[in-house]
């Protein structure tokens, strides 16, 4: 187990780490230009592409959270480091396709668009917060801190699950609606 640093130094590196990837997402959405190239097609599959991966990752949480409670800490483990990989291609995809497209603007109206804009900002928001959970939550896993770990896994899984699940809606809503 890793244990050569202290609870507090990785606390604050993960902080450290989650702002900088949440002020980079923030540059390639909104403040940088996308970057126009007429040869990069597969661009235009990775919305769907990204609302499998977040499927995936929901599916995965849900069964570790199953596994755990069944005490099966091996298939625990498994379920929740594919979530880990399949939110980790998610965000790499995401980053790909912001940076190439530039953002998605929703042109739907009335209450759909109340509905669609709710979902968007919580999910937003909770995708900030939930990064340094995620992210603390996996360093006391590592290091064998199985008295803060499932503490902070109660309220880290619900969290994720959420974001996974409401990238999906938006998803629907955007491209099918």
């Given at each position: 187990?890793?244990?050569?640093?202290?609870?507090?130094?990785?606390?604050?590196?993960?902080?450290?780490?989650?702002?900088?990837?949440?002020?980079?997402?923030?540059?390639?959405?909104?403040?940088?230009?996308?970057?126009?190239?007429?040869?990069?097609?597969?661009?235009?599959?990775?919305?769907?592409?990204?609302?499998?991966?977040?499927?995936l990752s929901a599916f995965c949480l849900l069964a570790g959270y199953i596994a755990i409670k069944k005490r099966?800490?091996?298939?625990?483990?498994?379920?929740?480091?594919?979530?880990?990989?399949?939110?980790?291609?998610?965000?790499?995809?995401?980053?790909?396709?912001?940076?190439?497209?530039?953002?998605?603007?929703?042109?739907?109206?009335?209450?759909?668009?109340?509905?669609?804009?709710?979902?968007?900002?919580?999910?937003?928001?909770?995708?900030?917060?939930?990064?340094?959970?995620?992210?603390?939550?996996?360093?006391?896993?590592?290091?064998?801190?199985?008295?803060?770990?499932?503490?902070?896994?109660?309220?880290?899984?619900?969290?994720?699950?959420?974001?996974?699940?409401?990238?999906?809606?938006?998803?629907?809503?955007?491209?099918?609606?």
């Open positions: 187990m890793i244990s050569s640093v202290s609870t507090k130094t990785a606390v604050t590196s993960i902080i450290v780490v989650s702002v900088f990837v949440l002020l980079f997402l923030i540059w390639i959405i909104y403040l940088k230009e996308p970057v126009k190239v007429s040869n990069l097609a597969f661009i235009s599959y990775l919305p769907i592409a990204n609302a499998i991966l977040n499927s099966k800490r091996e298939q625990h483990l498994k379920f929740m480091l594919s979530a880990l990989t399949f939110s980790f291609l998610f965000l790499i995809s995401y980053l790909i396709y912001h940076n190439f497209h530039g953002d998605t603007l929703y042109e739907g109206v009335g209450f759909m668009r109340m509905v669609y804009f709710f979902i968007l900002i919580s999910h937003i928001f909770l995708s900030a917060v939930v990064l340094p959970m995620i992210l603390t939550t996996v360093y006391f896993a590592i290091t064998g801190n199985f008295s803060k770990h499932p503490k902070i896994a109660r309220l880290t899984m619900p969290i994720w699950l959420y974001v996974s699940v409401t990238g999906v809606m938006i998803y629907l809503i955007l491209y099918h609606s």
